[in-house]
């Protein structure tokens, strides 16, 4: 009972952080959230379809941005 109760709470929390990355890009705008996506190489669906999944899908993006030779530090401070 413990593991569907782990299993249940770790999916809580997941949805609960792809909401939040969710309102976070709607926050930036339309214009905002096609500069970024332009910027690491993905349209802007593609941008909300990354931000909308798990907690770990940020991965997906820094191989991304690994792959283009961008850094994230640099990105974040610009």
Known sequence: MQNLFDAVARWWRGWKAAR???ASLD???ADETERM???IGVSA???RALA???PDSADL???RLAGLA???TTIRRA
């Open 52 to 54: 909308g999944k798990w």
């Open 20 to 22: 939040a990355d969710m």
């Open 27 to 29: 926050r930036c705008g």
């Open 45 to 47: 669906p593609e941008l």
């Open 37 to 39: 996506a332009h910027d």
């Open 70 to 72: 961008l850094d994230p």
């Open 61 to 63: 993006l820094n191989r």
